[in-house]
């Protein structure tokens, strides 16, 4: 009854092995939905690839991922003085904090403790970080008072595909002339790309933030499937669903798990959008030009489309008459963005 992940385990590992060999100083980011594993699992799957600092989004996750991995646990988004959640004084000595403007950096000195940060120099992305003598002035006041213990500097790069070169190039000119050529935190940068940096600047070590390639570079060892719960032949026009829409058709109502809960959602109707196409979609009696939206599920090797927007842990979906209904139990695949879906169980085989 349930949406699940299943991993071929062996693939994986393969993958989690090969990046971490390729991509040396690799801090694992693991925050929000764990990228669909959830963040105990890579908390602990981190300890096993044996890195010594992980990078989570919020301090609110720190306590999830602490209690699962010895190291180092470095917080993306900027300190505030606001983010009331304290981090549990038991964890304090191992969390980094990231510090992306002067006045959070004169909150943390006039506190008490000598709290760990990186200061964040701003990308093209304009999300956090100081400008180029923003952060010489950062780099200045934190050397000349002790309240707090910098770890380096941080930049984190749009998705770049190999396009980040001469940006890193310029900001690690401005990193170096804030005197913070110790260890620079990076995101998206390729392995090539770190590569050259790592040769211009041979004093500076290079941690390499990555979620997405890491978890979920190998889209072939994940599957996420859905079972069918139940089904129901219908004549066109009989009433389906919570909203008593018309079928469009006969056909099959399919009920398969998975709902908005679980972050399945609408998706629009195919793309189809020059006139001639939808005229074409009209004439050939098109199930998108009825208002169907297509979902996510692939049943008989199409995706099928929704017979009415998901509900909260299940979907109903329409299959034309013809099409092989599977059997309550069978499952079906489901294709999600990972990021932003949540699992009922991960089996990882
Ligand atoms: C989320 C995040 C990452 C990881 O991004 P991926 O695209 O999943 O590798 C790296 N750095 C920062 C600052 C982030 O917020």
């Known amino acids: ?22 991509r040396p100083g690799l801090v694992p980011v693991i925050k929000g939905n764990g990228y669909g594993f959830g963040l105990r699992r890579l908390a602990r799957r981190s300890g096993w690839l044996e ?32 983010e009331t959640r304290a981090i549990k004084a038991k964890h304090a000595d191992r969390v980094i904090h990231t510090v992306g403007r002067l006045e959070d950096l004169e909150q943390l000195l006039d506190a008490p403790g000598t709290p760990r940060i990186v200061l964040e120099r701003m990308t093209s992305m304009k999300r956090h970080g100081f400008t180029a003598r923003g952060l010489r002035e950062a780099a200045e006041l934190a050397r000349s008072r002790p309240g707090v ?8 790069l749009p998705l770049g595909d190999g396009g980040n070169l001469a940006e890193a190039e310029r900001l690690l000119t401005d990193i170096v002339a804030a005197g913070l050529a110790g260890a620079v935190w990076v995101s998206h940068l390729t392995a090539a790309e770190v590569g ?35 089904s129901h032949p219908v004549d066109r026009g009989e009433p389906i669903g919570y909203r008593g829409r018309s079928a469009p058709r006969r056909g099959t109502i399919l ?18 959008s020059s006139v001639r196409a939808r005229v074409s979609t009209v004439a050939r009696g098109g199930l998108d030009a009825l208002g169907l939206a297509k979902s996510p599920f692939t049943v008989a090797g199409k995706a099928r489309y929704f017979a009415e927007p998901p509900h909260m842990q299940a979907s109903l979906l329409f299959l034309p008459s013809g099409v092989a209904v599977p059997g309550v139990g069978e499952t079906v695949p489901v294709r999600v963005r990972f990021t932003a879906t949540d699992v009922d169980e991960v089996v990882i085989t």
């Open 149 to 156: 213990r910098v770890e380096g500097a941080s930049i984190h």
């Open 255 to 272: 009920v398969v798990s998975g709902g908005t809960a679980h972050g399945i959602g609408l998706e629009a109707p195919t793309g189809e």
């Open 51 to 82: 890195v010594d600092t992980v990078a989570v989004g919020t301090p609110t996750e720190v306590d999830d991922v602490a209690s699962r991995f010895d190291g180092d646990i470095l917080v993306l988004t900027g300190w505030r003085a606001f």
């Open 196 to 230: 050259t940096l790592a040769e211009q600047y041979p004093e500076i070590s290079f941690r390499q933030r990555i979620g997405t390639e890491l978890w979920l570079g190998d889209r072939g060892a994940l599957d996420v499937r859905a079972h069918v719960l139940d």
């Open 1 to 22: 009854m349930s949406l699940v992940l299943h991993v071929d385990g062996d693939r994986w590992r393969a993958h989690l092995r090969e990046v971490a060999a390729s």
